[in-house]
């Protein structure tokens, strides 16, 4: 993972708590370092080739200086990468923060069906996450301009789809049917918002820097699903149009 993108290097924070549970659970001294030495070893004979590739395009055995120059470590923006209308990933993908706050509800209950260390498994992904929005504040560009959303956390997907499914599985053994059709209507809410920003990213109807709540609301509650059978209509027919399109502001 670190070789697709070099922030990816902190996931391994996860495995080597994990490792070092392990490793205090009474195993034998020589079976833990073996162990780590065997993970070691691993690790740096598979990044060998990317430690070459860095040096033979930037005459290091690391990341360009141009990528170097944007951090600033005690991450500045970790709130903003969050909570900024202007690429913040809850208001851009509120669903991501339904999945946070599923891994914290596993990480302190105890879930119909869950394997008995699915909590410590859930702490462990939750810390992930947290190491991911802290290098994701620490960059200057932390706004990733241009692009849809706050791109730099699409790495955590499947930890995040962890924390939807507690969710699916408290509604499904819940004994009343409201709090199963409470969670499937708002994750089709939510969804649905997602859908609707990126047909307004696509379309050229927003400004593609920061959300207008409000504006881009009725956007995608009123006025999209009014459009929506002649979008469908032109995106087979016509799809050249969607790219005639006058651009908004912050493009």
């Known amino acids: 993972m670190a070789i ?8 391994a924070a996860g495995p080597a708590l994990d490792f070092l549970r392990w490793s205090f659970g009474g195993r034998p001294i020589a079976a833990v ?7 070691i070893f691993a690790t740096a004979l ?10 033979a395009l930037n005459g290091h055995p690391g990341p360009g200086r141009e990528v170097a120059r944007k951090m600033t470590w005690w991450s500045p923006h970790g709130f903003e990468v969050l909570w900024s209308t202007g690429h913040g990933l809850f ?7 339904m999945a946070l706050l ?36 620490s960059v200057e560009s932390w706004t990733v301009a241009g692009s849809f959303g706050q791109r730099r956390f699409v790495a955590l997907t499947p930890m995040l789809a962890v924390g939807l499914a507690v969710w699916l599985e408290k509604a499904r053994a819940a004994s009343r049917a409201a709090p199963r059709v409470l ?9 649905w918002w997602n859908i609707g920003l990126m047909a307004q990213f696509g379309l050229h109807l927003m400004d593609r820097q920061r959300l207008t709540l409000g504006r881009n609301a009725r956007a995608t509650f009123v006025e999209l699903p009014l459009d929506m059978p002649s979008l469908v209509a032109r995106y087979f027919t016509d799809r050249a149009s969607f790219y005639r399109r006058p651009r908004q502001d912050g493009e």
């Open 91 to 97: 208001f851009w993908t509120p669903l991501a923060l």
């Open 33 to 39: 370092v073996r162990s780590g030495a065997i993970g």
């Open 46 to 55: 598979v990044y060998l080739p990317q430690l070459a590739a860095y040096q």
């Open 183 to 191: 969670v499937g209507g708002l994750i089709a809410v939510l969804v």
């Open 4 to 11: 697709v993108r070099e922030q990816d290097l902190f996931f």
């Open 102 to 137: 599923g891994l914290i509800w596993l990480a302190v209950s105890r879930i119909p069906n869950a394997k008995a260390d699915a909590s410590w498994i859930s702490l462990v992904l939750i810390v992930m996450f947290a190491l991911q929005t802290y290098v994701s504040g």
